[in-house]
Each structure stands twice: as C-alpha cells, then as structure tokens.
C-alpha cells in the first residue's frame, strides 16, 4: 500500500525508458531501476515460483509492508520478492513494462491503471473471484473505478474523498452554518460555502495574525466537484464532450474564482506551500479547507482547537464529491499469476485492512474496517477531532463518490484540462473563457478516445 496517490500527469522520457531497458538486459531483471534506487548495481534475478511484486509508498509505507509480505510467506510458503518504490513509481512501471521485465503483481492508483489498461497489460481478476470471498465484502464504489467492460483488473485496497476541514471557533465566532455532516443533509449550499469564506476572512494587526476564509489546491477533485454538485458536468463520456462551458458549470467557476480571487481569502502562497496548508489550520488562522483522509492524522497531533469535518457544499446537482482509490492488479501474462492473486488476496483480505487502518492514509474498501474503531478512533472518543470523519466513509456507502471518467487517454484529456483553467485561478481569464480554453484543449483528445 502506499501513502501516495499517484500522478497521471508525469511522463516517462525516452532516457528513463532506455536507463530501465539497459539495467533489465544487464540481468537486473526486476530490483533498482531508475530514480527508485539511484544506483544500476544489479540484484540477483528471483527464483523461479517466486512472485515478484512492486509496492509504493514512503519509508514507513515500505516497512509495513515489508512486514506484511514476511507474515504472508511464512503462512503460505509462497517467496514473493518485494521491491518498494518511492519516487517516480508510474515512471518505473512504464519502463519496466517497456524493458519487457514487468512485475507479477503490483500496487495501482488511477495513474498506473490509466497505463497499463490501454495497452493490454492488467489481468481479468473474475477467473479468480471464486476462490476466496469475491467482491461482496467490498464498498462497490471501490469495485466501480477498476472495472471496464465487466471485467475487474484491481482488487481495491482503499479510496480517498474529498471534504471540508473547518475550525469550528471561527464558524461560531462569526455565526455562521457548519458544513453537515451527512450527504443527504439540506443546506450548506455553494453560495453559502462562499459567504463563509468571505464573512471568516479578516485583516491582520500589529497585534493580530490575519484570519483567512479558505485554502484549497484548486485541482480537478475539487473544481469539477463545485460543478457537479452546481447542476453542471465536465466530461460527458456518451456524447465525448466537454461541457464546462454550459450555465451550471459556468456557475460554479464563477464562485469559485470569486473566492479564491478576493483579496485575504487565500493564504499567500509561502504560508501553504511546504504542507498544504495543515500548519496555518493548525494555527487556528484558517477557516476551512478542501482536504481528504490523508491529512486528519497530521491535524489530529497539530489542532488543539475545536475543528471538524463536513459534507461539500450542495447546489442544483446535488451534494457528492470527487474520489480515487488504490488497489493491487495482475500483470497480463504473469507466470506466476496463481500464486501473486493469493498475494493480492491477503493485502486486500480485512486483517491487513484492519492493521492499516489507524494510520488513515485511506479510507478502507471493505465497509466492515472503515466503520469500524480501527479507522474512525472518535467512535470510542467523544474528545478527539475530527468528530465527524464517518462523513468521508459515509459518501462511499451513499454513493455520492464520483469517479475520474473511464476513458483510456483520460491523462491527456485530464492534463489539457487543467491547463484550460489555469487563467481562472490567476484572473487571466473569466469563467466564459476559461471554460472555451478547456473545451479547445480537451475536447478533441477526448474525442480520440
């Protein structure tokens, strides 16, 4: 498992390819390539039967997992080689696949999917289904988002959901309504996420910080959630359109370029730019955030002040919000894909959910662990913050996630996107033309799909 989602947007350049090409012929069939190790020593080439199998994540990500593969050979005999990944993981994956020395098995976020997937190179896990408790066990959103033409290429591990944070004084202080706590709760509508962003910021004095209304790193999980939930859609996938330039979508950028443009609202940038912004809430000078489950356990040891978690503000469309999730896949072709299913069985199965769980980096894909004490620690502790976190659980089990479109060239389509709406968060552009850059960029990508 990793503590990192990936980025669809890197590439792979032709030289990282070769590096990997040359480090595989030399005999260094599956340890230390690229960016991963630093280094083209070679490593012994497994033996054969043993499942060689590719993890990310940080050094404690990596330690855990290291565990996790011992207890599995131990109670199962199987010898599973085990490389751990920090950096430049799609990267190394392309190029390994390229070199024509791909792993057995290997951990996937939507960025590696959005590889592998096009070109042929994940295995249909339905043929092994049956051999253990297939998928009832699991939240079916998190099923949804490896699933392509009835057929199933991840068994998932985990999800992320977007959500506000807020500091709870200030909302008091200034009387206004809390984000809810439910999904299908009424009001706490897009307007009034804006007057409160608006109403928390304050100047500063000689004598007092400034209180800001509203931080968020504007990505494609939060904006295209403003404008779902405003009535509104980004991609249609039927039709292989853009349609941020309708009235809905216009709506919703139009707000959110008002907050974020008014002057105080958002934090300087080198107040937020070595954390996202967890110090400043810490300090208890920012309003709210758009966060997800990875960051509750730094604000946890960080926020000794009331604060919370909320719903995302609803409009004419709703009340949902933006999610992706991580899994562990087959490589097409493996020869040893009986015995990696049995290793992706036991990473997935609920006692290795059950032991991730307190660290919180992602929100469980079998209901039985996320609902549980093991992940939400408040349930057993009306005096740890935040008191509301089923709410990031809750809208798996709601179906209010919405998931990045299923379509193969999905990076591209998703990098001119984000290239479109640059201008809204600088001012360069207004909605109307922001929305036309993002229709001329994506809209024939999307259509190549």
């Given at each position: 498992?990793?503590?990192?989602?990936?980025?669809?947007?890197?590439?792979?350049?032709?030289?990282?390819?070769?590096?990997?090409?040359?480090?595989?012929?030399?005999?260094?069939?599956?340890?230390?390539?690229?960016?991963?190790?630093?280094?083209?020593?070679?490593?012994?080439?497994?033996?054969?039967?043993?499942?060689?199998?590719?993890?990310?994540?940080?050094?404690?990500?990596?330690?855990?997992?290291?565990?996790?593969?011992?207890?599995?050979?131990k109670?199962?005999?199987?010898?599973?080689?085990?490389?751990?990944?920090?950096?430049?993981?799609?990267?190394?994956?392309?190029?390994?696949?390229?070199?024509?020395v791909?792993?057995?098995a290997?951990?996937?976020?939507?960025?590696?999917?959005?590889?592998?997937?096009?070109?042929?190179?994940?295995?249909?896990?339905?043929?092994?289904?049956?051999?253990?408790?297939?998928?009832?066990?699991?939240?079916?959103?998190?099923?949804?988002?490896?699933?392509?033409?009835?057929?199933?290429?991840?068994?998932?591990?985990?999800m992320?959901?977007?959500?506000?944070?807020?500091?709870?004084?200030?909302?008091?202080?200034?009387?206004?309504?809390?984000?809810?706590?439910?999904?299908?709760?009424s009001?706490?509508?897009?307007?009034?996420?804006?007057?409160?962003?608006?109403?928390?910021?304050?100047?500063?004095?000689?004598?007092?910080?400034?209180?800001?209304?509203?931080?968020?790193d504007?990505?494609?999980?939060?904006?295209?959630?403003?404008?779902?939930?405003?009535?509104?859609?980004?991609?249609?996938?039927?039709?292989?359109?853009?349609?941020?330039?309708?009235?809905?979508?216009i709506?919703?950028?139009?707000?959110?370029?008002?907050?974020?443009?008014?002057?105080?609202?958002?934090?300087?940038?080198?107040?937020?730019?070595?954390?996202?912004?967890?110090?400043?809430?810490?300090?208890?000078?920012?309003?709210?955030?758009?966060?997800?489950?990875?960051?509750?356990?730094?604000?946890?040891?960080?926020?000794?002040?009331?604060?919370?978690?909320?719903?995302?503000?609803?409009?004419?469309g709703?009340?949902?919000?933006?999610?992706?999730?991580?899994?562990?896949?087959?490589?097409?072709?493996?020869?040893?894909?009986?015995?990696?299913?049995?290793?992706?069985?036991?990473?997935?199965?609920?006692?290795?959910?059950?032991?991730?769980?307190?660290?919180?980096?992602?929100?469980?894909?079998?209901?039985?662990?996320?609902?549980?004490?093991?992940?939400?620690?408040?349930?057993?502790?009306?005096?740890?913050?935040?008191?509301?976190?089923?709410?990031y659980?809750?809208?798996?089990?709601?179906?209010?996630?919405?998931?990045?479109?299923?379509?193969?060239?999905?990076?591209?389509?998703?990098?001119?996107?984000?290239?479109?709406?640059?201008?809204?968060?600088?001012?360069?552009?207004?909605?109307?033309?922001?929305?036309?850059?993002?229709?001329?960029?994506?809209?024939?990508?999307?259509?190549?799909?």
């Amino acid at each position: 498992m990793s503590d990192e989602a990936g980025d669809p947007r890197r590439k792979t350049s032709r030289r990282e390819v070769l590096r990997a090409a040359s480090v595989a012929l030399r005999g260094f069939a599956f340890a230390g390539v690229l960016a991963a190790c630093g280094s083209d020593s070679v490593a012994p080439t497994p033996a054969a039967g043993t499942v060689k199998f590719i993890n990310s994540g940080d050094s404690a990500a990596q330690g855990r997992m290291q565990g996790y593969i011992n207890a599995f050979q131990k109670s199962t005999g199987i010898p599973v080689s085990l490389l751990s990944i920090q950096d430049y993981y799609t990267q190394n994956i392309q190029a390994m696949v390229a070199a024509g020395v791909p792993p057995d098995a290997l951990y996937i976020s939507r960025a590696e999917f959005d590889v592998l997937y096009p070109i042929n190179k994940l295995a249909d896990l339905h043929g092994y289904l049956g051999n253990g408790s297939g998928t009832a066990a699991f939240f079916p959103a998190t099923l949804a988002e490896w699933q392509r033409e009835n057929k199933l290429y991840a068994m998932p591990f985990g999800m992320r959901t977007v959500f506000v944070a807020y500091n709870a004084g200030l909302f008091n202080q200034n009387k206004l309504a809390k984000p809810p706590s439910t999904w299908s709760a009424s009001g706490w509508t897009i307007t009034d996420f804006a007057n409160a962003a608006m109403k928390i910021t304050q100047p500063g004095s000689s004598s007092q910080d400034p209180d800001y209304g509203f931080y968020v790193d504007p990505t494609y999980p939060v904006w295209s959630t403003f404008v779902i939930n405003a009535g509104g859609a980004v991609v249609n996938e039927q039709n292989r359109t853009i349609d941020v330039d309708q009235p809905p979508a216009i709506q919703a950028m139009t707000v959110l370029q008002n907050v974020v443009r008014a002057p105080g609202v958002m934090p300087p940038g080198d107040l937020v730019s070595a954390d996202g912004g967890i110090d400043l809430f810490a300090n208890g000078n920012l309003g709210m955030t758009i966060t997800d489950p990875s960051t509750i356990d730094p604000r946890q040891n960080q926020s000794h002040f009331p604060w919370d978690v909320g719903a995302m503000p609803s409009g004419a469309g709703g009340r949902f919000t933006a999610g992706t999730g991580a899994g562990y896949g087959l490589v097409a072709g493996s020869k040893n894909a009986d015995r990696g299913w049995k290793l992706i069985e036991y990473l997935t199965g609920e006692n290795i959910q059950k032991q991730e769980a307190p660290y919180g980096q992602w929100i469980p894909s079998r209901p039985a662990v996320a609902n549980s004490a093991d992940f939400l620690p408040e349930l057993n502790n009306v005096d740890l913050a935040p008191q509301h976190a089923k709410v990031y659980v809750d809208a798996i089990s709601d179906n209010r996630v919405k998931l990045q479109p299923a379509i193969k060239n999905w990076p591209d389509v998703l990098t001119a996107l984000e290239a479109g709406i640059q201008g809204l968060w600088t001012g360069a552009l207004t909605p109307e033309a922001a929305a036309a850059q993002m229709k001329k960029l994506a809209e024939p990508l999307l259509k190549q799909s």
